[in-house]
């Protein structure tokens, strides 16, 4: 057997691999108890970072663990906020790679600063290159090399990181000897990488290259219950960077918040907590904060201006209430903007299924 074929038999046999662990992980989430799944995190620190109880996370790390030590790419997907760096740290630091976790955000970068910052450069390889510049993918040779918002990437960049993931080499600019590199590839994004690619915006080879281990983070609405174990780490957290006594939180902070759908997710809320400890003075922290920054949100949105926000409720109409017909409008219309017109996103914050939502939207079309 040639050396390209026994490489692609060994390819063919991780993605085999591959799949049978996503199977597997299926038959986890359903076939187990959160307790069930929790004793069997062999490294619980390695997840230390992310704070969580909700069995889909548990699941998740468990997961991580089954393929950390796999060379093949990993892609994590879910909305802004819900920590896909943290995910990734996660799978560096379980890998049993020596070499370090170089991270960037490539949204914004056109080809040439890609190329420039991931492969880097020789001397004289354009004007004003006067010395060479190492590109992440040798900083993080022998490690992992995460790329954020990767749907963001241009078409022209998306070849090139292709070529880099199958051959496992890259040229710099400017020279003409590839490199061969050893660094792992992982990846996040909060788009659809499908959508992208039926309207021609991402390569179908690279989508299929990049998720051989796919990982879904669920937003922060669809693990309420986490929402008493964050705050309390997150205002420890901002009393120490503030140097304030850690505070005490009024009761009704947890009703207000389970009322809320927290778009931005766990960033979202620690931006809030920061916001509150800044400000707060007495022994229990104010409630205002959280009111406002709620308000806030939905005076951005399609809510009424005479929707105003009360101590234990989220809304309260101060005139005649709407009908049922009139709130389901103004439920969907607000989904619809939260998900920027996605219907299966929309879907997943009303709580429905996407077919339920098209078939709203088409009656009231």
Do not use: C
């Not at 060479?132 to 990181?161: C, N």
Request: charged residues 25%.
């Amino acid at each position: 057997m040639s050396e390209k074929s026994e490489l692609d038999f060994l390819h063919h046999q991780l993605f085999k691999y591959a799949e049978d662990i996503a199977r597997l992980y299926q038959e986890l989430k359903t076939g187990y108890s959160k307790d069930e799944i929790e004793d069997m995190i062999k490294r619980p620190e390695a997840f230390a970072e992310i704070i969580t109880n909700s069995k889909e996370m548990l699941a998740i790390f468990l997961y991580i663990e089954s393929i950390s030590q796999t060379f093949l790419p990993v892609l994590i997907t879910g909305e802004t906020g819900v920590g896909k760096e943290l995910i990734a740290r996660s799978i560096h630091s379980l890998s049993g790679l020596k070499g370090p976790f170089v991270a960037i955000n490539v949204a914004g970068l056109d080809d040439n600063l890609f190329s420039d910052a991931i492969f880097g450069h020789i001397k004289g390889a354009f004007t004003g290159a006067d010395k060479v510049r190492r590109g992440l993918v040798e900083k993080a040779s022998g490690g992992t090399l995460f790329l954020d918002e990767i749907g963001d990437l241009s078409l022209v960049s998306q070849a090139k990181l292709l070529r880099l993931l199958q051959e496992r080499e890259y040229l710099p600019l400017g020279q003409d000897e590839p490199k061969k590199t050893d660094v792992r590839i992982v990846t996040a994004t909060n788009q659809d990488l499908w959508a992208l690619q039926r309207v021609g915006k991402f390569r179908k080879d690279l989508n299929f290259r990049l998720r051989i281990h796919h990982i879904y983070v669920p937003p922060l609405r669809e693990r309420m219950d986490d929402i008493p174990l964050l705050m309390d780490h997150l205002l420890g957290e901002a009393a120490r960077a503030l140097n304030k006594k850690k505070p005490t939180l009024p009761k009704e902070v947890f009703k207000l918040l389970g009322t809320y759908s927290f778009p931005g997710n766990v960033r979202e809320l620690q931006t809030m907590v920061f916001d509150a400890v800044s400000r707060h003075k007495a022994r229990i922290l104010s409630l205002e904060v959280f009111k406002s920054h709620i308000a806030r949100e939905y005076k951005d949105s399609t809510v009424p201006a005479e929707v105003q926000l009360e101590e234990t409720a989220l809304l309260t109409f101060s005139t005649k209430l709407p009908s049922i017909k009139q709130a389901t409008q103004l439920l969907v219309a607000e989904a619809m903007k939260r998900a920027d017109g996605n219907q299966s996103v929309a879907a997943r914050i009303l709580g429905i299924s996407h077919q339920a939502l098209s078939k709203r939207l088409k009656s009231e079309s």
